[in-house]
C-alpha cells in the first residue's frame, strides 16, 4: 500500500531539494487570487494549521487581513520543529523547499505583507541548507521579501509568541497576550505566525482549489497530513496520509511491524498515550482523535513495544519537557520539575509513599496556569501515561519490578 501523495508528490525523497525549475514545471506559478478569493478558498477546505495546535487557517489568515490601515504585517514561517521524535517539516523543508516558499509569499501577497521571516530550527542543518538555497534560486522581488532566522534549540522555541519574541529581540521564550499577534506581533506589526506544512498546503490549495483539498480525507477533517510514525515498524519515518487513515493502515505504509505493540503515543510530547488495542483500527484525524480523548497534534505517532517500559519512556519525556520549559513561571518551574522527579523516582523503583497521588494531583494544579501551554501538554502526557500504564505504576511502586521489561530495584535508569 502506498501513501497518499500531494506535499511530497514529485522527485524521490533521495536527500536532495526539487530545484526550482522542475517545482514550476511540475506544478506552474501561484494563481493571482485576490485576498478575498484566497482566504476563502481556505476558510472552504476547512485546513487545520499543521504545527501542533490545529487552529484553523482561513480564519487565522482572516484575522491578520481584517487588520484597517497601519503598518504592513509580517509572515513567519515556522520551520522549528523542537519535538524531538517528528521529522515531518524538515522533511518537507529539505525536499520540497519551494513549495514551502510559495506558500509564505502567497500569505505575504494576499495579507499584503512586506517581510516574510523563514524561522527554521537551526539543528535541522539539511534543511536548513535546503532552504537557504532555495531562497537564492527565487527571484529578486522574492528575495527581497524572504529572511532566514535559525530558531535557537528548544521544544518551547517554536511556540508561537515565542517565535515572535525571538525574532524581536533573540529571546525565545513565550511572552502573554493581549495583544493578539494578528494586532501587534514582529515589530509591533500585525503577524501571521504559520507552520510550514500549513503553508504549503496553502500553496497547493491556491493552485488546484478547496473541492479538489476535500477530495481526500475520510471523516470530518479533511485533505492530507504529513505523520511521523516511530517505533517497531519496518520503516521509521515521515508519510503523507489521508486524514483519517486508521493507525493499521499507516503501520501497513510502514511496512508493518516489527515487534509487539502495547501502546501508541499520538501528537508528540504534548500528546496523548492509548492503549493499542483502543488504537489500532482508530482514524488519524483530529476530530476523530479528540472524540476518543486523543490529540493529533504535530502529527507523531509512536508505538511502544510490549517489552519497554511505558513508565520509564513517559518519565523521560518529562525529564525533556521540565528541561526544556522557559523557566518563567511557576507551573513550569516548579511544577513539571516536581513532576519529573517524581516520575523519575518511580520509574527508577525509588518512589516516595506519596509519588503516585502528587503526580495525579499535580498534572491538575499545572494545566491552565502557565505563561503558554507548556504546562498543559506535559501534564496531559503525563496524565493518559498513568491511566494507560497503571498497573506498571503501581507494580514499580509496589512491587519494585516492571511488568513489560522485567526489571527490578537496582536497575539504573
Not at 524531538?84 to 519551494?98: F, I, N, Q, Y
Not at 504534548?270 to 484525524?285: H, N, Q, Y
Amino acid at each position: 500500500m502506498q501513501p497518499t501523495e500531494r506535499l511530497l508528490a514529485g522527485p524521490p525523497l533521495d536527500g536532495r531539494a526539487e530545484p526550482l525549475s522542475r517545482h514550476h514545471a511540475r506544478l506552474g506559478s501561484l494563481p493571482p487570487l485576490s485576498p478575498d478569493q484566497m482566504v476563502g478558498a481556505l476558510e472552504a477546505t476547512g485546513l487545520l494549521g499543521r504545527g501542533g495546535a490545529g487552529f484553523p487557517v482561513g480564519r487565522k489568515w482572516r484575522a491578520i487581513l481584517e487588520q484597517q490601515g497601519g503598518a504592513a504585517p509580517v509572515v513567519v514561517a515556522n520551520g522549528a520543529e523542537g519535538e524531538p521524535e517528528s521529522a515531518k517539516d524538515r522533511v518537507l523543508m529539505t525536499h520540497r523547499p519551494h513549495l514551502v516558499i510559495d506558500g509564505a509569499v502567497l500569505a505575504a501577497r494576499t495579507l499584503g505583507a512586506d517581510r516574510v521571516e523563514l524561522y527554521l530550527g537551526r539543528e535541522h542543518t539539511q534543511a536548513v541548507a535546503a532552504m537557504r538555497a532555495a531562497v537564492e534560486e527565487r527571484p529578486a522581488h522574492d528575495r527581497r521579501l524572504l529572511h532566514i532566522v535559525e530558531a535557537p534549540i528548544g521544544y518551547v522555541a517554536g511556540e508561537s509568541t515565542a517565535v515572535v519574541h525571538y525574532v524581536n529581540s533573540k529571546d525565545a521564550r513565550p511572552t502573554t497576550t493581549p495583544p493578539r499577534m494578528s494586532e501587534r506581533g514582529v515589530r509591533n506589526r500585525p503577524t501571521l505566525v504559520q507552520n510550514v506544512e500549513s503553508l504549503a498546503q496553502a500553496a497547493l490549495i491556491a493552485r488546484h482549489g478547496p473541492d479538489w483539498f476535500r477530495e481526500r480525507g475520510r471523516g470530518a477533517n479533511r485533505g492530507t497530513a504529513l505523520v511521523t510514525i516511530a517505533g517497531p515498524v519496518r520503516h521509521e519515518g515521515v508519510a503523507e496520509i489521508e486524514l483519517g487513515t486508521p493507525l493499521a493502515e499507516l503501520v501497513e505504509i510502514a511496512g508493518g511491524l516489527t515487534g509487539t505493540p502495547q501502546a501508541v503515543l499520538v501528537g508528540g510530547y504534548f500528546g496523548t498515550w492509548a492503549p493499542i488495542e483502543a488504537a489500532w483500527s482508530l482514524p488519524l484525524e483530529p476530530a476523530s482523535l479528540q472524540a476518543a480523548g486523543l490529540t493529533f497534534g504535530c502529527g507523531l505517532v509512536r508505538l511502544l513495544d510490549a517489552r519497554s517500559c511505558g513508565v520509564d519512556y513517559s518519565a523521560r519525556i518529562m525529564d525533556f519537557l521540565a528541561a526544556g520549559s522557559a523557566l518563567q513561571c511557576g507551573p513550569c518551574k516548579f511544577g513539571l520539575a516536581d513532576l519529573a522527579g517524581a516520575s523519575g523516582r518511580v520509574a527508577a523503583f525509588d518512589a516516595r509513599p506519596t509519588d503516585l497521588y502528587d503526580i495525579d494531583r499535580w498534572t491538575g494544579l499545572v494545566t491552565g496556569r502557565g505563561a503558554c501551554r507548556h504546562p498543559d501538554g506535559a501534564a496531559q502526557q503525563m496524565g493518559t501515561a498513568m491511566a494507560v500504564f497503571a498497573d506498571d505504576f503501581a507494580s514499580h511502586v509496589h512491587r519494585r519490578r516492571c511488568l513489560a521489561s522485567g526489571a527490578m530495584i537496582g536497575a539504573r535508569r
